[in-house]
């Protein structure tokens, strides 16, 4: 499935040189991208994070270590929130999934580095990339559709962000209104499993993660709540419009909302 002339066309030169570079890698070569994140992009984050890492409902994730499509919903607060979920999805599960998460356009698909970025530390799996401005819509009915499509057809893991951006809001327990395009998702991708996530602990400096990790776990604890799947079959014949593609997405900050409580008490046990 590639995107037509009109969706590729609202974009600009850069963007588009980007997302032909992702597209190749998570293509022809999507074994070879799976091999890099599993490997080298996984082993580098689990030497930044993973003795701080305290994990509830892990059972909840291996329990679709076959051919089931899951989409992953999580708040959203740090830039490796992902990285750390997709790499615990690897390491933690023996998940054979493909791997893909997409992402603002942002850094990533209009800058030279963020691209670089991609490749080395995610093998590109931040993708396809959600174009930010209002007249590049028709790409991410593109990107919205191939995501929806392999979700549906082919074994895929596929994390997303309800909020659609990071919320530096100063309690982590307060989430944003989450945005219609996680609806459009789950209520496309009938044949996928949607989990909720809660992740706190992370900050923005991986230098930083990882000084804490070797140096200080102890009092920098990072906590990955993984809830049970959110019920959509109630939806399942609903016409897709705005409204119904608010209301689903909504359904998942609530799942997630309630994973942030979890996350509370565990966090009151552990001081105690």
């Not at 989430?175 to 991708?189: E, K, N, Y």
């Not at 109630?234 to 689903?248: F, V, Y």
């Amino acid at each position: 499935m590639k995107p037509t002339k009109v969706q590729l066309g609202v974009l600009a030169l850069k963007e588009r040189v980007a997302f032909r570079i992702a597209a190749f890698l998570n293509g022809p070569l999507k074994l070879i991208m799976m091999v890099w994140n599993c490997i080298v992009s996984g082993g580098v984050v689990m030497l930044c994070v993973a003795r701080r890492l305290r994990i509830d409902g892990l059972d909840k994730l291996q329990a679709y270590r076959g051919d089931q499509s899951l989409i992953l919903v999580s708040n959203h607060r740090s830039f490796f929130d992902f990285y750390v979920i997709g790499t615990l999805s690897l390491w933690r599960t023996w998940n054979t999934k493909r791997l893909v998460f997409p992402v603002r356009s942002t850094f990533f698909y209009d800058n030279p580095i963020g691209t670089l970025v991609n490749l080395l530390v995610a093998g590109m799996a931040m993708y396809p990339p959600i174009m930010r401005k209002g007249e590049k819509r028709p790409f991410n009915d593109f990107a919205m559709d191939w995501v929806t499509r392999e979700l549906n057809e082919k074994s895929m893991l596929v994390g997303i962000h309800p909020e659609g951006r990071r919320s530096k809001d100063s309690d982590p327990y307060t989430l944003m209104r989450p945005r219609p395009g996680v609806g459009r998702l789950t209520m496309g991708a009938q044949n996928a499993k949607v989990l909720p996530i809660f992740i706190l602990g992370l900050s923005n400096r991986m230098g930083h993660e990882a000084k804490l990790n070797w140096f200080g776990p102890r009092g920098h604890e990072i906590d990955v709540v993984i809830g049970d799947p959110i019920d959509f079959s109630d939806m399942a014949e609903l016409p897709h419009t705005r409204e119904n593609h608010i209301l689903a997405a909504e359904r998942c900050m609530k799942a997630v909302e309630a994973l942030g409580e979890r996350q509370r008490e565990i966090a009151a046990a552990r001081q105690a």
